[in-house]
């Protein structure tokens, strides 16, 4: 085992993907992974007995999965190094915006008016452009402040608008967004962090600031996160959802999804030189061809920044896939991120590869389309684009599918 393993992430991941891990007594190793597979339920006792690094593991389980009451306990540990790990845990969770619940009064508290309705969180799902929207709320002077986010996972905030509708009409915008599949309902905590990583993309990129971001990220109490969590390693049945990475190409929302227009332009211009070459190939040979042609154009471009981008995209639609009931999706879309993320080629992902055949798909469909219809005399029919047109948006300006 190298000593690189020892440390919290690696041996995390190894406890998930089962990994053995023959420097641990088997029966901690057990425990250890029982525990990071429900860490809301693991007790300060329970920890405390492991070996210090899988103890470690435990915490960061907990970390990522956004639960302070773990640590928060094990601060108060009498084990020394694991009550410090617990307060460095409890720090990255107020990074993210993540706090703990103010302690239990002992004192009966006289009675309290009737808490206000709590507003979910929206997030929509990701465009071709990387582009999503957010919308969160929040309590204000008896009311509700709303606001609507448009973030680039390039730049970060591109826009954000701030007002203060009625409950009723921030009910019926989610009810409506929910309804028609344009996004999924997350917590407050988890729309807050994605705004705090979206602000620290503006700073790494030197986009503007919107007005009022600076103002939002310390209304919901977080500050610009510098780089997000790493995606989790792959597993091993990912292989097999790299080569099934096509299907999620025939899902409405990723069904609009293209290359950007110009690896469009460049991949379809050496599809028309082999249409016009004078060399005699049969049909299938043409074909294969044009396929090799598609997978050059899809590995080029997918550089190890593309694919970590796209990782991440994949992510965020394997959560939008599991909250509208699509658990295999969800399954398939994970996969392909762990891979693109940690950049495993062999094999190739097919999601990649389908990204840039539909371009020459489209483009037949078009030919065929026009073909058609000089043979019936009719005007000629507009060619299905191998780009997306602009993107829809609500009339808030939340970008649909």
């Given at each position: 085992?190298?000593?690189?393993?020892?440390?919290?992430?690696?041996?995390?991941?190894?406890?998930?993907?089962?990994t053995?891990?023959?420097?641990?007594?088997?029966?901690a190793?057990a425990?250890a992974?029982?525990?990071?597979e429900?860490?809301?339920?693991?007790?300060?006792a329970?920890?405390e007995?492991?070996?210090?690094?899988?103890?470690g593991?435990?915490?960061e389980?907990?970390?990522?999965?956004?639960?302070?009451a773990?640590?928060?306990?094990?601060?108060a540990?009498?084990?020394?190094?694991?009550a410090k790990a617990a307060?460095k845990a409890?720090?990255?969770?107020?990074?993210?915006?993540?706090?703990?619940a103010?302690?239990?009064?002992e004192?009966?508290?006289?009675?309290?008016?009737a808490?206000?309705?709590s507003?979910p969180?929206?997030?929509?799902?990701?465009?071709s452009?990387?582009?999503?929207g957010?919308?969160?709320?929040?309590?204000?002077?008896?009311?509700?402040?709303?606001?609507q986010?448009?973030?680039?996972?390039?730049?970060?905030v591109l826009?954000?608008?701030?007002?203060?509708p009625?409950?009723?009409d921030?009910?019926?915008?989610?009810?409506?967004?929910?309804?028609?599949?344009?996004?999924?309902?997350?917590s407050?905590e988890?729309?807050?962090r994605l705004?705090?990583?979206?602000?620290?993309?503006?700073?790494?990129?030197?986009?503007?600031?919107?007005?009022?971001?600076?103002?939002?990220?310390?209304h919901h109490?977080?500050q610009?996160?510098h780089e997000?969590?790493?995606?989790?390693?792959?597993?091993p049945d990912?292989?097999?959802?790299?080569?099934?990475?096509?299907?999620?190409?025939?899902?409405?929302?990723?069904?609009?999804?293209?290359?950007?227009?110009?690896?469009?332009?460049?991949?379809?211009?050496?599809?028309q030189?082999?249409?016009?070459?004078?060399?005699?190939?049969?049909?299938?040979?043409?074909?294969?061809?044009v396929r090799?042609?598609?997978?050059?154009?899809?590995?080029?471009?997918?550089?190890?920044e593309v694919?970590q981008?796209?990782?991440?995209?994949?992510?965020h639609m394997?959560?939008f896939?599991?909250?509208?009931?699509?658990?295999?999706?969800?399954?398939?879309?994970r996969?392909?991120?762990?891979?693109?993320?940690?950049g495993?080629d062999?094999?190739f992902?097919r999601?990649?590869?389908?990204?840039?055949?539909?371009?020459?798909?489209?483009?037949a469909?078009?030919?065929q389309?026009?073909?058609e219809?000089?043979r019936?005399?009719?005007?000629?029919?507009?060619?299905?684009?191998?780009?997306p047109?602009?993107e829809?948006?609500s009339?808030?300006?939340?970008?649909l599918?």
């Amino acid at each position: 085992m190298s000593p690189a393993s020892t440390e919290p992430r690696p041996l995390l991941d190894a406890l998930r993907a089962g990994t053995p891990l023959p420097s641990f007594p088997e029966a901690a190793v057990a425990r250890a992974r029982s525990l990071v597979e429900d860490v809301g339920a693991a007790t300060v006792a329970a920890v405390e007995g492991l070996p210090e690094p899988l103890a470690g593991a435990v915490l960061e389980a907990a970390v990522l999965a956004g639960q302070v009451a773990l640590p928060e306990a094990l601060s108060a540990s009498s084990v020394k190094p694991l009550a410090k790990a617990a307060k460095k845990a409890l720090y990255r969770l107020r990074s993210r915006g993540v706090t703990p619940a103010e302690a239990h009064r002992e004192a009966t508290p006289a009675p309290a008016p009737a808490a206000p309705e709590s507003l979910p969180t929206l997030v929509t799902v990701m465009s071709s452009t990387g582009q999503y929207g957010l919308l969160l709320t929040r309590g204000v002077r008896g009311g509700v402040e709303l606001l609507q986010v448009i973030v680039s996972d390039e730049q970060g905030v591109l826009e954000l608008t701030r007002t203060e509708p009625s409950r009723g009409d921030v009910r019926r915008m989610l009810k409506h967004g929910l309804k028609n599949g344009f996004g999924m309902e997350v917590s407050r905590e988890e729309g807050a962090r994605l705004l705090a990583e979206a602000a620290a993309l503006n700073l790494r990129t030197r986009t503007p600031f919107p007005p009022d971001l600076e103002a939002a990220l310390r209304h919901h109490g977080v500050q610009p996160v510098h780089e997000p969590e790493p995606l989790p390693a792959p597993e091993p049945d990912d292989v097999r959802h790299a080569l099934e990475g096509d299907q999620l190409h025939a899902t409405p929302e990723i069904a609009e999804w293209m290359p950007p227009e110009a690896q469009v332009r460049a991949l379809m211009e050496q599809v028309q030189a082999l249409a016009q070459s004078p060399l005699a190939l049969s049909g299938p040979q043409r074909q294969e061809q044009v396929r090799q042609r598609v997978l050059e154009a899809a590995k080029a471009y997918f550089t190890p920044e593309v694919r970590q981008r796209y990782a991440r995209r994949l992510w965020h639609m394997a959560a939008f896939f599991d909250a509208t009931g699509r658990a295999l999706q969800g399954s398939i879309a994970r996969g392909e991120a762990r891979r693109l993320f940690h950049g495993l080629d062999e094999p190739f992902s097919r999601f990649a590869e389908t990204l840039f055949a539909k371009v020459v798909v489209l483009a037949a469909a078009g030919a065929q389309a026009r073909l058609e219809a000089s043979r019936e005399g009719t005007p000629g029919t507009e060619a299905p684009s191998a780009t997306p047109s602009g993107e829809r948006r609500s009339p808030g300006g939340l970008i649909l599918p």
